[in-house]
């Protein structure tokens, strides 16, 4: 008897040893749609590294040893830094490594931000966590740019595959990363209501902070873009956390935030008392000036919420093809499989629209491209984000008791599972800017329309929803109280689009039936007809 208790049978065996983008046919097949062999390929070793076990102990480690404040040294002196794991910096090295931050932007590469977004979205399922500060530094180059003497300044070193952790002068360091801070504490989303004041100093471009920040991503990081009023109005600045001279800039980080979802990164709150700072943009101009960053993170929350969808899929069905029940395989049942199924849809839909928008980064010279890019984005970051609390959820509930205890990593992806549709505007947010949008850029509508044009024809389920949808917008054009329902139509439209067009029928048929047809309940595992066993064994794992 006690035997038995040591071997207990029936266990699934873990998810290991296995390559995550081969594995994943949605993301290798996108990859190869928009990028070719080349991009492919080069993504191998990135795949392996993510699916290894040593991956997936770091994540775990990472999150089980939370970072730490130091507000001093052990001489009483102020330094504000963060304390790591060990498993922390494994995991930034080696998406550093692999060029998940600033690197495309200055890779003269075709499909540079088609191939960071497959690796970003292969990579984010090592452990969530540690994608803020990649993420923000990916962000922070495009609005850098609008400076040219400060990008020559800062984004070599972003754009650096060097990790190189530490508070020392960034002209000593072999790679830097940026981090953001925007929010304050009367205003959250609505930053044009931010109190933080910014003084010039008399010296050109250059003023100090006096304030706060209620979030700021990242307070490890080298350099960060902060909005603040000044003389002229709410105005983007470049703060540095070590200045021209080698000294520390002056500001304190108050505390790291107990946040609901990973444990391992740290985001804290920050006060100003004559921080130094410089003007990057206009006065006035500080939310044109960084939305570019804006966009580029709202890309990265449907893509790190892909890799949820997708981290969370291959756990369920890989949990399903080897654990009994009942008499037999749990993926042989046919409810089991129904919801593994949709599942598995929601997931390639996710994945396709990544991607998509990705490709649409490399191709930003295409009027089609920046307008479909622009209603596109706020679209995605809304419905995916909204769809994946409920779906990684589904999953855990597919591994049962299994999934509900930390060591299978499911409960982790459950908390972290809300983040990203809070991060970067809320769902409300992103909504009210797809009708602003379609209300200031008529350009954009043009472009869903073009794209999702691209299907008619094929699917009836589709072309219905394209029509109905268009409907709608006619009946509440820029009507505040509507705004989710378009998103959210939109975004489904533009996505069963994409799986017509480049996706196996198997999974479009049952994606437009199941999310386009008239009566979808929303409830994942009421699939009715279609090859269901196709669509669960395409996106089980598999392992050499």
């Not at 749990?330 to 396709?352: C, G, I, Q």
Request: glycine share 10%.
């Amino acid at each position: 008897m006690r035997a038995d208790l040591r071997t207990p049978a029936n266990q699934t065996p873990a998810l290991v040893g296995h390559d995550v983008v081969s594995c994943d046919a949605a993301l290798s097949e996108g990859v190869l749609r928009h990028g070719g062999e080349d991009v492919l390929a080069s993504l191998v070793d990135l795949g392996r590294e993510a699916g290894s076990e040593e991956a997936r102990e770091h994540g775990l480690a990472a999150n089980e040893h939370p970072p730490r404040l130091v507000s001093y040294d052990r001489h009483g002196h102020r330094v504000d830094e963060v304390a790591f794991h060990p498993s922390w910096h494994w995991l930034m090295d080696r998406a550093v490594q692999h060029g998940l931050q600033a690197a495309p932007w200055v890779a003269g590469d075709d499909h540079a931000h088609l191939r960071r977004a497959a690796g970003f979205l292969a990579w984010s399922q090592t452990e969530p966590g540690h994608g803020c500060p990649i993420s923000m530094t990916y962000a922070a180059v495009p609005a850098l740019r609008v400076d040219e003497a400060i990008a020559a300044e800062w984004v070599p070193g972003l754009a650096a595959t060097s990790y190189d952790f530490g508070v020392r002068d960034p002209r000593s360091k072999r790679g830097l990363l940026a981090g953001m801070g925007m929010t304050e504490k009367q205003g959250g989303s609505d930053v044009r209501t931010n109190v933080t004041q910014a003084v010039p100093t008399g010296e050109d471009g250059l003023y100090t902070l006096h304030g706060h920040k209620w979030f700021t991503s990242a307070p490890m990081n080298d350099v960060f873009l902060v909005l603040a009023q000044a003389p002229g109005g709410l105005t983007c600045f470049v703060m540095p956390r070590v200045l021209p001279d080698g000294t520390r800039n002056a500001f304190d980080v108050v505390r790291l935030k107990d946040k609901l979802g990973n444990r391992s990164n740290a985001s804290g709150e920050l006060e100003f008392d004559g921080t130094l700072v410089r003007r990057l943009g206009d006065e006035g101009r500080g939310v044109r000036t960084i939305i570019e960053m804006v966009a580029a993170t709202r890309l990265d929350c449907v893509i790190g919420s892909a890799a949820l969808m997708r981290h969370a899929l291959a756990e369920a069905s890989w949990h399903v093809a080897h654990r009994s029940a009942f008499g037999g395989v749990l993926a042989d049942k046919p409810l089991m499989r129904n919801v593994v199924a949709d599942l598995a849809l929601e997931s390639e839909a996710a994945t396709a629209l990544a991607l998509r928008l990705a490709t649409a980064v490399d191709r930003t010279d295409d009027p089609h491209e920046a307008a479909l890019r622009r209603i596109a984005l706020p679209l995605a970051k809304f419905w995916v984000c909204k769809r994946t609390p409920a779906m990684v959820a589904e999953s855990l509930e597919c591994l049962g008791g299994n999934g509900y205890v930390e060591e299978s990593g499911l409960p982790l992806m459950y908390r972290e599972a809300p983040l990203n549709s809070v991060w970067e505007g809320s769902g409300n947010v992103n909504a009210l800017d797809v009708l602003r949008a379609l209300g200031r850029e008529p350009e954009t509508l043009g472009a869903w329309m073009t794209e999702v044009g691209a299907a008619r024809g094929a699917n009836a389920h589709l072309d219905r929803a394209v029509d109905e949808t268009l409907v709608l917008l006619g009946e509440s054009g820029a009507v505040e109280g509507s705004a989710r329902l378009l998103a959210g139509r939109m975004a489904t439209c533009l996505q069963g689009s994409l799986l017509v067009r480049f996706a196996p029928a198997e999974v479009s048929d049952l994606f437009c039936a199941s999310r386009l047809a008239a009566g979808h309940h929303g409830t994942f595992g009421m699939l009715t007809g279609g090859d269901q066993a196709y669509v669960v064994e395409r996106a089980t794992p598999v392992i050499d």
